[in-house]
């Protein structure tokens, strides 16, 4: 088994020798653009796994999942010339799910900023829970009436004349 830094430096190598042989040996028409987006190799370097993806639709994937089955030899190959080891890994070849992942999370990110907007949309249109000043604040005098000569209540009993006293309403000095 080699060294996970070894099957690294393989799988880079692989994935250079990979875009190089689509490049230079497949000459068929039907394979559009493709991109070699990863490769993995096993821990023994017996297999490697070359992830791709391509530019189009369904029809696109196909016809380039055909195209590199039918030059899997030629590109496995051209991969044992260029690497240089003794036994030449078998190639795989998986379409990459990148492009749908991407769409996935741009579908999520949208629903997000939707959502985003509908609260604070519903935020601007609310008011407060309680009093739009919760705070405490000293009370207010009451008003004396005329007509009564000051007999009506706290401000008579206790002399001020209906001045503030700096009590507060909850009954704290």
């Known amino acids: 088994m080699a060294d996970p830094a070894r099957a690294r430096k393989v799988a880079e190598r692989i994935k250079v020798l990979m875009a190089q042989g689509i490049d230079t040996l497949v000459k068929d028409p039907r394979l559009g653009f493709i991109t070699i987006t990863d490769v993995r190799v096993t821990g023994d370097l017996q297999q490697a796994t070359v992830f791709y993806t391509v530019l189009g639709g369904d029809q696109e994937r196909e016809d380039a999942a055909e195209v590199l089955e039918a030059y899997r030899g030629r590109l496995r190959s051209h991969m044992g010339k260029g690497l240089g080891i003794r036994l030449t890994p ?9 492009p749908e992942d991407a769409a996935h999370m741009e ?12 609260l604070a949309a519903g935020r601007a249109a609310s008011g407060y829970a309680g009093d739009a000043d ?3 604040k000293p009370r207010e005098p009451e008003p004396l009436d005329e007509g009564s000569g ?3 209540g706290d401000a008579a009993e ?8 700096g009590e ?3 009954g704290r000095d």
């Open 158 to 165: 206790d002399g001020s004349g209906g001045e503030p006293t």
């Open 107 to 118: 579908d999520i990110f949208r629903q997000v900023h939707e959502r985003d907007a509908e």
């Open 90 to 98: 078998t190639l795989q070849f998986v379409p990459d799910a990148l």
């Open 168 to 170: 507060y309403a909850d």
């Open 134 to 136: 919760p705070y405490r």
């Open 150 to 152: 000051g007999q009506d």
